[in-house]
């Protein structure tokens, strides 16, 4: 399970590097993904049995949301 946060971690670094390069579309086809992935390793998350894993959950959402935030603002500002 720690294996699957860390690819998440991928993800974002993903989407940043195509944010910066303009590519709002394929930036918003990968937060797509991620909030997918997430939601479907998420249930499996076994806190209790895992050690650090409740703190890369945590890290995970916040870095989701962080992004969806982002890519609103990049596209309100390429329309300005």
């Given at each position: 399970?720690?294996?699957?946060?860390?690819?998440?971690?991928?993800?974002?670094?993903?989407?940043?590097?195509?944010?910066?390069?303009?590519?709002?579309?394929?930036a918003?086809?990968?937060?797509?993904?991620?909030?997918?992935?997430?939601?479907?390793?998420?249930?499996?998350?076994?806190?209790?049995?895992?050690?650090?894993?409740?703190?890369?959950?945590?890290?995970?959402?916040?870095?989701?949301?962080?992004?969806?935030?982002?890519?609103?603002?990049?596209?309100?500002?390429?329309?300005?």
């Open positions: 399970l720690l294996g699957c946060f860390d690819a998440i971690g991928d993800l974002k670094r993903k989407i940043l590097d195509l944010m910066a390069k303009g590519d709002l579309d394929r918003t086809k990968f937060i797509e993904f991620y909030e997918k992935f997430y939601n479907s390793v998420n249930p499996l998350s076994y806190y209790k049995f895992v050690a650090g894993l409740r703190q890369n959950v945590d890290i995970s959402r916040k870095s989701l949301e962080e992004l969806k935030k982002l890519i609103i603002f990049s596209k309100v500002f390429k329309n300005l």
